[in-house]
């Protein structure tokens, strides 16, 4: 028999509330049907340095080293990590959900010598606990999570720069889901690396992860001893490309790039303070709405993120049930529970494009269907908190 090629492929069109990614505008996909060039062609050169000139805006930055990582938001980790640790370099991380555990990993798989202090997940890092495990001595850098996607806080930065100040370290962030979502302005808050996703708030599909360094971390970078132990992810190497010297060093995903530049020109046409306000006011809805229905957040309201919801499942029920559920008569995709709270939480994304009353109406009406609640004033509820 000779091999039959499948059917060409049709996705369905789902409503994207899940974790990332979020549902993606069409200009953003028109974009990456355009015409291919060559990653040195003058027209790509352009596309470029638009898109850095943007996504810097967008960072609230000025940072020269500011360009999108080829990868996933985890290379934009990596990337950050193994270009600014040397082994046995001392690195102090905030772990307060899963993405705090994976910074943590990444660095001791780069040979820092790393400490951790564990803050309860669902709630902002406990920083004195944090201090207490830095013991008083010296580290090279301080790591946390900005939007914890695995809980659903949003942790304040000013007390991670004081402390990574008293420590002599630089700060690095991981703002993956919090970019064009909630406020970061890098350099006012003294953030010395950051990375980033294009899953989340931008509304861009996965595929590049945003990184900016400061001129300190830059002056790190240039003073390592060793090189740095991914040749793949070698800033010194890649920024002589985003650089005046457009020098080669892998292929750029040509089309992704389309698609940043498309998705970052959207964020500043409907303005970054418009679409935080945006976030704020559909993730309030969310939660109004979820209460309505008996359901509880997870995480007190101070410490909520705008984009990304947890709720406890109600004892007896099957959360993938529910999800399937969702998913099959609406379309509609949350997510459910990472680490400890998988089978005990759903996490709900509004971010981006999915950042809408008409999706949280259509995800509380699902809910509420599949939890085969009785009528209920959610929608009102949601409805009301939206136009506070
Ligand atoms: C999604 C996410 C990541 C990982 O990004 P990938 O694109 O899945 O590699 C890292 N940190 C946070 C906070 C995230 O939400």
Redesign the pocket.
């Known amino acids: 028999m000779t091999f039959q090629p499948p059917a060409p492929l049709l996705p369905p069109q789902r409503i994207l509330m899940g974790?990332?990614p979020s549902d993606v505008p069409a200009s953003v996909l028109q974009a990456m049907a355009r015409p291919i060039v060559g990653h040195l062609d003058p027209f790509f050169l352009r596309v470029m340095d638009e898109s850095r000139d943007m996504l810097r805006e967008v960072l609230g930055t000025t940072n020269t080293l500011t360009f999108p990582m080829s990868?996933?938001?985890?290379?934009?980790?990596e990337t950050c990590i193994v270009n600014l640790v040397e082994p046995g370099d001392r690195v102090l991380v905030a772990v307060h959900?899963?993405?705090g555990g994976?910074m943590a990993e990444v660095a001791r798989r780069a040979g820092a010598e790393v400490v951790t202090s564990e803050s309860s997940w669902g709630r902002a890092v406990d920083v004195d606990a944090l201090r207490a495990a830095a013991g008083g001595e010296a580290f090279d850098l301080v790591c946390v999570?900005?939007?914890?996607?695995?809980t659903g806080v949003l942790q304040p930065l000013a007390p991670l720069r004081a402390l990574a100040d008293d420590l002599g370290a630089l700060l690095v962030v991981?703002?993956?889901?919090?970019l064009a979502g909630v406020a970061i302005n890098l350099d006012e808050q003294g953030v010395d690396a950051v990375?980033s996703?294009?899953?989340?708030c931008l509304s861009c599909p996965?595929g590049l992860?945003p990184v900016s360094f400061s001129p300190r971390a830059v002056e790190r970078l240039e003073r390592r001893k060793t090189p740095v132990q991914s040749w793949y992810l070698d800033l010194s190497l890649i920024a002589r490309y985003w650089g005046g010297e457009r020098a080669y060093h892998h292929t750029a995903p040509i089309q992704m790039i389309y698609a940043l530049h498309e998705s970052l020109r959207l964020v500043l046409t409907e303005g970054l303070a418009a679409r935080q306000a945006r976030h704020e006011r559909v993730g309030a809805a969310l939660c109004a709405g979820l209460q309505a229905l008996g359901l509880k957040p997870l995480v007190p309201p101070e410490e909520r993120l705008p984009m990304?919801t947890t709720v406890a499942v109600p004892d007896g029920v099957d959360e993938a049930a529910v999800r399937r559920k969702l998913l099959t008569t609406l379309n509609l995709e949350i997510g459910g529970g990472l680490g400890p709270m998988k089978g005990r939480a759903w996490r709900i994304g509004t971010m981006g494009s999915s950042a809408t009353i008409a999706n949280v109406l259509l995800c509380l009406e699902g809910l509420r269907a599949a939890l085969s609640l009785g009528a209920s004033d959610a929608a009102a509820a949601a409805l009301a908190a939206y136009a506070e």
């Open positions: 974790p990332g990868g996933t938001g985890s290379a934009g980790m959900g899963v993405f994976r999570v900005h939007a914890e996607t695995s991981d703002a993956v889901t919090s990375y996703g294009t899953q989340k996965p992860a990304l």
